[in-house]
């Protein structure tokens, strides 16, 4: 079946705008990961989602940053007045639920540039 | 804070050597060890996951280890080829109200040379 899909593949930016980042889970995982790789860094957890659950927040690094997800299904994720320190590897993983053993499915990834 | 570290950074072997990446994690509090391989504008890809009570795992060239209590994993590449050439990235998931988050390494750089 299809994997986690996510969009754009690249996005080149200026300081100071904002971007938005979308990911689709795949069918039926209800939960839903954000993570952030700089270079030169590990992944970074940002956020998580968990069916209707509240979101856990916690990895975002600042109020410039948010995120949605719609229907239990697709997610946004939005940075606002982008800085160059943003410039990263966006990944988007699900997986069925949060148990301990659950495996996360990753997509491709969005490398977001800002100039 | 779980912290995760992985040597070497970057590895270079000739095709056909077997080698060994190495992970190493601050709290062995763990629910599970994960091994990915990441792939340029390809994302991760799960190679094999190890759950806490077990000592290793293996699938087809790949074998990995743990060794909770001393913090440990390593994976290992029989006969590697240069199609095995990737980032290698170790994460493990812990225990309590946040069990959901993987904590990453930042990664073994492989290159293998035909």
């Known amino acids: 079946g299809a994997g986690v899909s996510q969009s754009p593949s690249n996005k080149v930016t200026e300081k100071g705008k904002d971007v938005e980042l979308r990911c689709d889970p795949i069918?039926?995982?209800?939960?839903l990961y954000w993570y952030r790789q700089s270079l030169g860094q590990g992944l970074e957890f940002l956020i998580y989602?968990?069916?209707?659950?509240?979101?856990?927040k916690s990895g975002l690094p600042s109020d410039r940053f948010s995120a949605e997800r719609t229907g239990g299904s697709v997610s946004t994720l939005t940075i606002q007045r982008t800085q160059q320190e943003d410039s990263a590897v966006y990944l988007c993983?699900?997986?069925?639920?949060?148990?301990?053993?659950?495996?996360?499915?990753f997509g491709p990834g969005t490398r977001l540039t800002v100039l | 804070k779980q912290e995760v570290t992985q040597i070497p950074a970057a590895l270079s072997v000739p095709e056909g050597e077997n080698l060994v990446l190495n992970c190493s994690f601050t709290?062995?509090?763990?629910?599970?060890l994960q091994w990915f391989r990441q792939d340029p504008g390809k994302g991760l890809t799960s190679l094999l996951l190890?759950?806490?009570?077990?000592r290793e795992q293996t699938s087809g060239r790949l074998n990995a280890s743990l060794d909770k209590s001393s913090g440990r994993s390593t994976l290992y590449i029989a006969a590697s080829q240069p199609g095995d050439s990737a980032t290698y990235l170790c994460?493990?998931?812990?225990?309590?109200?946040?069990?959901?988050?993987?904590?990453f390494g930042k990664g073994t750089l492989l290159t293998v040379n035909p």
């Open positions: 993983a699900s997986s069925f639920a949060d148990l301990g053993t659950d495996t996360q499915y």
């Open positions: 069918s039926g995982h209800t939960a």
């Open positions: 989602f968990q069916g209707n659950s509240a979101p856990d």
């Open positions: 709290d062995s509090a763990i629910y599970n």
């Open positions: 190890i759950q806490s009570s077990q």
């Open positions: 994460a493990v998931k812990g225990y309590g109200g946040s069990n959901y988050k993987l904590t």
